[in-house]
C-alpha cells in the first residue's frame, strides 16, 4: 500500500465499523475529472455516521467511501471538460445538484432534493487515493493557497452560508455559541463582513482560547448548571448590549434557548448545529420580540467567496487544523476526532 497506483480508501461498512480496502482507480465520466486526493479533513457528520450509523433518515445501510472536506489534482480529464487540467490543485465542493429543479434554477442548489453530496448514505464519499468529481465543482486553487486550505473551504463556505443567511454586515454585533470548527469559521468570517464586536460561548476553555487568537473581542466558558438568562446577561453585559445576531453552532436545546433569550428584539437566531429532531424552545417569547429564527442547511454559492477570503489573506483556516494523520491512519485519526484528544479541532488526513 501506499505506491502511485494503489487506491487505498477509507470505507464505513457499518455503526463503529470503518476499515481500509484498496478499490479500484475509478475512471472519469466525460464531464468529470479523476483526482488524486490529497488532503481530506475529519467533519463532525464523518464522526457521527461511524459512531452512529446515522444522521437522522440518512442511514448507512451499505458500505460507504467515508469524507468530504476535500482536495486534490487533477490526474485525468473527461473528454468535456474544459476548466480543467491535468496537474491542477484544487478544492472539491461536495455537493453536485441536478442543475434542473427549481431550486436549483433559482441559485438554492443545497435544496436541490436530488443534490448528490459526498459521504451521505447511500453516495460514497472522498477518503481514498483517487477519486472522481463533477469538474465544476471543482475550484482551482492559487498557487500559494495550500491543499490544506483547499479541503477547509467546506467548512469555511458553511460559515459563508451562515452569515449570509444571518444578515451579518458592518458594525453587527454577534454572538457566536459553540467553539467548534462551525462556530470558528462563522467567527472568521463575521469578521471579515465587517461584524463590530463579537462574542463566543462554549463549554470547553481550550476552544475558546482558540476564538480570542482567531478574532473573538470577548469568551464565556458556560456553566451547565447556570440558567439561560444568567449567560445572557452576562453576554449583554461584555458587549455593552445585546447582540443583534445570533449563530448557534452546537445544536443543543440549552443553547438554543441561549441564542433567543440573548438576542435583541428585532435580531436573528441563525441555528447551524443540528441536534436532536426535536428541541423545546421559548419561541413565543422569539414571536413577541420580532427575532427571527433562519436554518442554515449547507450552503451554495459559497465557495468563490470563501476562496477569494483565504486566498487574499483575510481569512486563517490553518489554525484550526491541530492535527495531521497519513491515509493509512484513518482509524487512529477517527479516535482522535472522536474523543477530542490533545485539543482537537480539525483532524486532517493526508492521502
Known amino acids: 500500500m501506499g505506491g502511485t497506483d494503489d487506491n487505498l480508501t477509507a470505507i464505513l461498512y457499518k455503526q463503529g465499523d ?44 451499505a458500505p460507504m467511501i467515508i469524507g468530504h472536506e476535500a482536495a486534490g489534482v487533477v490526474a485525468k480529464c473527461g473528454k468535456n471538460v474544459k476548466n480543467l487540467k491535468i496537474g491542477d490543485r484544487v478544492a472539491v465542493e461536495p455537493g453536485v445538484p441536478c442543475r434542473h429543479c427549481e431550486q436549483c434554477k433559482t441559485g438554492k442548489y443545497n435544496l436541490c ?43 469555511l463556505s458553511v460559515g459563508v452560508q451562515a452569515c449570509r ?23 472568521l468570517v463575521a469578521r471579515s463582513m465587517g461584524a463590530g464586536k463579537v462574542i463566543v460561548v462554549d463549554l470547553v476553555q481550550g476552544r475558546l482560547d482558540v476564538a480570542k487568537e482567531l478574532g473573538a473581542d470577548f469568551v464565556i ?17 461584555l458587549l455593552g448590549e445585546k447582540p443583534n445576531i445570533t449563530i448557534e453552532c452546537s445544536g443543543a436545546e440549552s443553547s438554543i434557548k441561549l441564542a433567543i433569550n440573548a438576542t435583541r428584539s428585532g435580531g436573528c437566531v441563525l441555528l447551524v448545529g443540528l441536534g436532536p429532531p426535536e428541541v423545546k424552545v421559548p419561541l413565543v417569547d422569539a414571536a413577541v420580540r420580532e427575532v427571527d429564527i433562519r436554518g442554515v442547511f449547507r450552503y451554495a454559492n459559497c465557495y468563490p467567496a470563501a476562496l477569494a477570503l483565504v486566498a487574499s489573506g483575510k481569512v486563517n483556516v490553518k489554525r484550526l487544523i491541530t492535527h495531521n494523520y497519513k491515509l493509512e491512519e484513518t482509524l487512529e485519526a477517527f479516535e482522535t476526532a472522536r474523543t477530542g484528544a490533545g485539543g482537537a479541532i480539525k483532524v486532517m488526513i493526508h492521502c
Open 113 to 155: 432534493p436530488d443534490v448528490i453530496f459526498c459521504a451521505t448514505p447511500p453516495v460514497h464519499g472522498n477518503l481514498s487515493r483517487y477519486y472522481t468529481h463533477a469538474a465544476d465543482y471543482c475550484y482551482k486553487l492559487p498557487d500559494h493557497v495550500s491543499l490544506e486550505e483547499g479541503a477547509l473551504l467546506e467548512p
Open 165 to 187: 443567511r444571518a444578515g451579518v454586515t458592518l458594525g453587527s454585533t454577534v454572538l457566536v455559541c459553540g467553539a467548534g470548527p462551525i462556530g470558528l469559521v462563522s467567527l
Open 221 to 237: 466558558k458556560i456553566d451547565t448548571k447556570a440558567d439561560v438568562s444568567v449567560t445572557a446577561a452576562e453576554v449583554e453585559k
Open 18 to 61: 470503518l476499515r481500509l480496502e484498496n478499490r479500484p482507480i475509478p475512471e472519469p465520466q466525460d464531464d468529470e475529472v479523476l483526482l488524486r486526493m490529497s488532503a481530506v479533513g475529519i467533519c463532525g457528520s464523518d464522526v457521527h455516521y461511524l459512531v452512529n450509523g446515522r444522521i437522522g433518515d440518512f442511514i448507512v445501510k
